[in-house]
């Protein structure tokens, strides 16, 4: 089935009566409607900073005995994305055509103190935070939004924190990391107990979190028990869908980690005898599977699995060692996610 055929009136069923509804400031903005996505973006912008609950004043959040302050700096910022790079599907050997460059909100890692980029390219997905149990996340972030104008958070799964560190805008409840304004900063504090173990999501929660997370605002957080034996490859991905009302592009694109089709998605690679980790991730409104052409691995009964569901913000986890060499295929098993896009390659050389 080829994307193109998809377009804003038919993926969303106008005719049918579908919409994307996102409540922005108190009012309920359909952005799939004609002009939907500027009328979210300026009523996120018109939202002001809600009045302090309470004194946001905390102390520093220390660490478990063994455990350390792990620090990260973290800005949020437009990008400019190709959602297609290469203008082509290298599993069906086609062109794929079209406009796919769209306006991105992504979280991009920096050095310390916000001095410089630490890395030359902006990514979908955001930085991964690793941590072990015991240790507290110390992140350092910054809305550096010139083009959007609007609040943005960071609010994290799985770890611990109290509701200054919440990064969910709550209204009139808002707490200080809920509501990070264009030019601001704030710096969360979560610690790793032992229930924190596994993968877990971040991203966006600020007034306008349903339409930012799903153009980019998300990633991963790792944390692992103490002195836990680390896998040799690491493998995050991000099944999500990119679609005309969050675009403003004329086709619907399902994506791993914001890119579409073979060739364009991050290809995973690894060597025989290596101990292989890949978490994946749903971060929009549908149902996946993940399923890896040539390999099988235990789920968390032990039973062996080589396609497994996830929903929104649900994760799973595929860890193996590899024994097979070859390209393989990875993709969504849900027929019409892989035929428009959710489709990579995993090469064992």
């Not at 939202?47 to 350390?68: C, D, E, H, L």
């Not at 973290?74 to 190709?82: D, G, L, M, P």
């Not at 991105?104 to 979908?124: K, N």
């Not at 890949?278 to 929009?284: I, P, R, T």
Request: glycine content about 12%; proline content about 6%; aromatic content about 12%.
């Amino acid at each position: 089935m080829r994307g193109s055929a998809q377009t804003r009136r038919s993926f969303f069923g106008v005719a049918g009566g579908v919409a994307l509804l996102c409540t922005i400031g108190g009012e309920e903005i359909d952005v799939a409607a004609p002009g939907g996505l500027d009328k979210a973006d300026a009523a996120a912008a018109r939202v002001k900073r809600p009045r302090a609950n309470a004194a946001q004043n905390v102390p520093q959040i220390q660490p478990q005995p063994g455990g350390i302050r792990r620090e990260y700096w973290i800005q949020a910022e437009t990008a400019r994305w190709a959602i297609t790079p290469k203008q082509t599907d290298e599993w069906h050997g086609r062109a794929t055509g079209g406009r796919n460059v769209f306006t991105a909100f992504v979280y991009r890692s920096m050095t310390a103190g916000f001095a410089d980029y630490l890395v030359d390219h902006p990514t979908i997905p955001g930085p991964m935070l690793q941590a072990e149990v015991g240790d507290v996340l110390v992140v350092h972030f910054r809305n550096a939004d010139t083009e959007l104008r609007q609040a943005v958070t960071m609010h994290p799964h799985g770890v611990k924190y109290n509701p200054e560190y919440d990064g969910a805008y709550m209204g009139e409840f808002t707490r200080d990391g809920g509501f990070v304004a264009p030019g601001e900063s704030f710096t969360y504090q979560w610690e790793c107990v032992p229930e924190s173990v596994g993968a877990w999501l971040y991203h966006d929660h600020g007034p306008n979190h349903t339409l930012n997370s799903f153009r980019g605002l998300f990633g991963a957080i790792i944390v692992r028990a103490k002195g836990e034996k680390k896998p040799d490859r690491v493998h995050n991905l991000f099944a999500h869908q990119l679609a005309p009302p969050v675009t403003g592009l004329e086709r619907n694109f399902h994506c791993f980690n914001g890119r579409a089709y073979a060739g364009n998605t991050p290809i995973l690679r690894a060597r025989p005898g290596e101990d292989v980790e890949v978490n994946v991730f749903g971060q929009d409104s549908n149902y996946h599977t993940f399923h890896i052409h040539g390999h099988r691995w235990k789920d968390s009964a032990g039973a062996f699995t080589d396609n497994p569901g996830f929903g929104a913000n649900e994760s799973i986890r595929a860890r193996f060692v590899e024994d097979n060499p070859g390209r393989w295929l990875y993709h969504c098993h849900v027929f019409s996610h892989q035929d428009v896009g959710m489709a990579g390659w995993y090469i064992v050389e």
